[in-house]
């Protein structure tokens, strides 16, 4: 039976809480151990046996107890916390996470505010066309701030550089935007050559761009240079052999073929010449600079009327309407076929 509590002072309970009759003369012996056991599912609770009796003839033997001077199991009255000091730990620690929390969440702003900063604005191209652009610093990089020992060649509208991204080498056309011109030539590079996918043209692998001043082309680099350096440079040693020739001939017509019946539309490249093919490390000659490029569907005529080109490669009829055609694209690699058969 267990005690109740009221107002410090202990009694017995007019009922008794548990009652029952049991014959236990099968289990018990003289001398053995009685223990207790309780169960409350998922509870938490206290249980305290304060006093017991226990006689196998007088049934009367409980009523002799005297549980006036039992101790008491009353709660204590006093804080949960056991002193001030524990209090002040807890606050201690309480602050210290507060505080590295906040200097946490301020780092991380910081960084995200940066990359933020460092992150270039995203062109309409780049949704557009592929590939994508590549970061001014990474260009930076490769061409070791570009350079003038990286330099391979100059165009009409910035210097070539060499460059290793990636570790794999590549050229680097820098556009002069001084005029408009050169604005025109890198959209149409990207427009255009940034589609195309053939053996026998030079492969764009990305464009960069990084405010007007700054307009970036990055190709796969060619071992051997370009064709013009082969047919009109003094060194015998870079002389082609008509094996060589012929082979280079048919590259170039390969990739106009491509450019004006092979993809899904007709391309007028408008600047064929002997400097505009590059020859990679096993002399395949490879067709570039789409910056004069244009693009419409096989079934329209072309609707450009400027003259654009280079003069000696030009068909007399563009001199005249300034339209380019398939045919004028013809026109301009048989005066390249005439270069490479006698320079």
């Not at 994508?132 to 550089?161: D, L, M, P, W």
């Not at 395949?284 to 004069?292: E, K």
Request: include cysteine; aromatic fraction near 8%.
């Amino acid at each position: 039976m267990l005690p109740w509590l009221r107002q410090g002072q202990q009694y017995l309970p007019s009922r008794p809480l548990i009652s029952e009759f049991l014959d236990l003369s099968g289990v018990l012996l003289d001398e053995m151990y009685v223990g207790f056991t309780g169960g409350t599912g998922q509870l938490v609770e206290s249980h305290k046996i304060l006093s017991w009796s226990f006689s196998n003839s007088n049934f009367s033997i409980g009523d002799a107890l005297v549980t006036t001077i039992l101790p008491s199991f009353m709660l204590p009255q006093e804080s949960v916390f056991p002193s001030k000091g524990f209090i002040i730990g807890v606050s201690v620690d309480a602050l210290l996470i507060i505080v590295c929390g906040v200097v946490i969440c301020a780092v991380l702003v910081r960084k995200k505010r940066k990359r933020g900063e460092g992150k270039e604005e995203i062109e309409d191209l780049e949704l557009q066309y592929w590939p994508h652009r590549i970061g001014y610093q990474e260009v930076y990089a490769a061409t070791k701030g570009f350079s003038e020992e990286n330099v391979v060649g100059c165009g009409a509208n910035g210097k070539v550089y060499k460059g290793l991204l990636l570790g794999v080498e590549v050229a680097m056309k820098r556009i002069s935007v001084e005029s408009e011109h050169g604005m025109r030539e890198f959209l149409a590079e990207v427009s255009s050559l940034g589609r195309l996918k053939h053996k026998n043209l030079v492969g764009l692998r990305g464009w960069c761009k990084k405010e007007k001043q700054n307009l970036i082309l990055i190709y796969e680099y060619m071992e051997n240079g370009s064709l013009d350096r082969r047919i009109f440079d003094c060194d015998e040693s870079l002389t082609l052999s008509w094996e060589e020739r012929i082979n280079v001939l048919k590259d170039v017509a390969s990739g106009i073929l491509y450019l004006h019946e092979g993809w899904e539309s007709k391309v007028l490249h408008r600047d064929i010449k002997a400097s505009n093919v590059l020859l990679d490390k096993n002399m395949n000659a490879r067709l570039g600079d789409f910056g004069l490029a244009r693009m419409h569907h096989h079934e329209k005529l072309a609707s450009t009327t400027q003259v654009i080109g280079t003069a000696g490669y030009m068909a007399p009829e563009v001199v005249k309407t300034g339209r380019a055609s398939m045919q004028t694209d013809v026109f301009s690699f048989g005066v390249l076929v005439l270069e490479v058969a006698c320079g």
